[in-house]
């Protein structure tokens, strides 16, 4: 293939991989595709993309998924407590702001002035992530709903008290629900006690 045709072809992937991430160009994915760094630049200048994260650039008509676009910046945070009720519709209102879970050494000096971020030790980071789609329909990460109910037990006096027995009624009407996970999870967590109290009051 002649360089002006590589050139083109490289373009025209480029402009195929913005396409398909809704305006979003990952300089990572392009790099895997094969794309040189000098035409990936190259395109950058052209098309006039705003850098919103490392290796993350927006086309100026991109509408931003901003739970999408976070885990991309910070591939370790786990959508958790507030941020997971809602997405599991297990919360009335959308939280402000997002709220995720890292473990305890990550580095988040970056991700302090966009979401409120809780530390776990990297034994209980695992447990419990699986994916889902952000509201945008873009695939993220999140706790399930029983670790999710076992953090907010955990967390209860950092919690808004309606917020909290919103979300534990709600869970028990769940079709979803896995009593048997959650108490798994419980006596991980060690929070089985106070699960079963809150189960008792509300069966």
């Known amino acids: 293939m002649k360089v002006g045709d590589m050139m083109q ?8 991989l913005v396409k398909k991430a809704d305006g979003l160009l990952i ?18 200048r052209e098309n006039n993309l705003e850098k919103v994260g490392r290796g993350i650039y927006a086309a100026g008509d991109a509408w931003i998924d901003e739970m999408y676009l976070l885990q991309l910046r910070f591939s370790r945070a786990v959508y958790s407590y507030d941020t997971a009720l809602y997405l599991y519709d297990l919360a009335e209102k959308e939280p402000i702001p997002l709220t995720v879970t890292v473990p305890a050494k990550y580095n988040t000096i970056s991700l302090n002035d966009t979401a409120k971020i809780y530390y776990v030790k990297e034994s209980w980071y695992n447990i419990g992530i699986c994916e889902t789609k952000s509201p945008e329909g873009n695939k993220i990460k999140v706790y399930d709903r029983e670790r999710t109910i076992c ?31 959650l108490l798994s ?19």
Do not use: W
């Not at 072809?9 to 195929?16: D, G, R, S, T, W």
């Not at 300089?27 to 950058?44: E, F, H, N, R, V």
């Open 151 to 181: 953090d907010i037990i955990r967390k209860r006096d950092n919690m808004d008290t309606a917020v909290f027995n919103y979300a534990l009624k709600e869970y028990v009407k769940s079709p979803e629900k896995d009593y048997s996970r």
């Open 27 to 44: 300089t990572a994915d392009a790099l895997q595709q094969g794309i040189s760094k000098d035409q990936i630049y190259g395109y950058i």
């Open 185 to 203: 999870y419980a006596k991980t967590f060690r929070v089985e006690s106070k699960l079963r109290n809150i189960m008792g009051v509300l069966l």
């Open 9 to 16: 072809h490289e373009m025209c992937l480029l402009a195929q």
